[in-house]
């Protein structure tokens, strides 16, 4: 197939574009490497089916090209990441509502499939666990920002359903859960790639808040087996999806866990939300999903333990630092 990515610079964009081009698809990335990077292209870069196109999908006669030359659409770019959305919150409304809006606009026309990245994010302050895709969401006040992320992304999935319903356009919902893996950048507050860089450097590893605030780590790979998995059945379409896994790990554990497997000797050090993000900044006790619809539908079952995932991104850290020299 002729699978268009929009983000494919990205961290998950750019396991999806490997994994599809060695399964032998046609792939075709539009970023504006915002937060992305072509180094996370490297490896399929010369590759006769891979193309690449650096733009914004905010370009709607770019974004209509595009989409008119492809079977499948994921459209995984956005403005990601807390701190980036406490930055500049105004900048990631337009990317994420705007941006959607134009990549759905542009699938109408021949009624493309497309895949719509969500978030955990938009279950918010919700207390029932685990999170199932039907519950009600619970997010705060406009006057905290925080809160736009979560309130864009939904502006999307309600988009996306609303073009399911009146015109019948081919839509699934990913509501990915924290994701991780090498490549992930800890430049936009991504916790494990944080962490592990800061063990590595024998910085402090901070720990916001308290640390008993758990999430689950799924790694990145085991995302992609999910996705190829929903692409291989049409059927997903018109439903949405929580994509992650259910093993839970509070982030002072993540810490000392991250620590014990650099064999660092680097602080672990609680710093308050506040002084973070500055006051008013709420943050989450717990982000747990319901993984049963994605294994109902496609069999899918996060493999990789955190062990592991820890080791793969002190691998790849470690190399950079020392390529870095
Ligand atoms: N990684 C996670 O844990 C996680 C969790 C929940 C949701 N998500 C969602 O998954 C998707 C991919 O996230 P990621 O973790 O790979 O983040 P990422 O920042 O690595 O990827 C996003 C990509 O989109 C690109 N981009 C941003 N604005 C753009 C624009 N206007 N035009 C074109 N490209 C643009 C960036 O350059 C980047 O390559 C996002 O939609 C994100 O909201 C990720």
Not at 10 to 21: D, P, Q, T, V, Y
Not at 234 to 240: D, I, N, Q
Not at 295 to 317: Q, Y
């Amino acid at each position: 197939m002729r699978i268009l990515i929009t983000g494919g610079a990205g961290f998950i964009g750019s396991h999806l574009a490997e994994r599809l081009i060695a399964e032998g698809h046609r792939v075709s990335v539009l970023d504006d490497l915002s937060t992305g990077s072509r180094d996370n292209l490297a490896a399929i870069a010369g590759h006769p089916g891979f193309f690449f196109t650096e733009g914004s999908i905010l370009d709607a006669p770019l974004v209509a090209r595009m989409v008119a030359d492809a079977d499948v659409v994921f459209h995984l770019a956005a403005a990601v990441g807390v701190r980036l959305i406490m930055e500049e919150p105004s900048r990631g409304i337009l990317t994420n509502v705007t941006g959607t809006e134009r990549v759905l606009e542009a699938c109408l026309e021949r009624n493309t499939r497309v895949f719509v990245a969500s978030t955990s994010e938009v279950y918010g302050k919700a207390t029932k666990f685990p999170f199932s895709e039907e519950d009600d969401l619970t997010i705060g006040a406009t006057v905290n920002l925080r809160w736009s992320y979560a309130c864009a992304k939904m502006l999307d999935e309600f988009l996306a359903l609303a073009y399911l319903r009146e015109r019948g356009l081919p839509v699934t919902i990913l509501r990915f859960f924290n994701t991780t893996g090498p490549r992930q950048t800890g430049r936009y507050g991504m916790v494990v790639p944080s962490f592990v860089t800061a063990a590595l450097q024998g910085a402090p590893l901070l720990v916001h808040g308290d640390g008993t605030q758990s999430r689950c780590f799924c790694h990145v790979a085991d995302v992609i087996e999910a996705l190829m998995r929903l692409l291989a059945r049409p059927e997903s379409s018109g439903r949405v999806y929580n994509i992650g896994t259910d093993q839970e790990v509070s982030i002072l554990e993540l810490a000392r866990q991250v620590k014990a497997a650099a064999g660092s000797a680097s602080e672990i050090r609680l710093v308050p939300h506040a002084e973070v993000y500055g006051p008013g900044f709420e943050d989450m006790a717990r982000r747990l999903p319901d993984i049963a619809r994605l294994e109902a539908a496609t069999g899918f079952r996060p493999a990789t333990p955190l062990s592991r995932i820890i080791a793969d991104v002190l691998e790849e850290k470690r190399a950079a630092l020392a390529a870095a020299g």
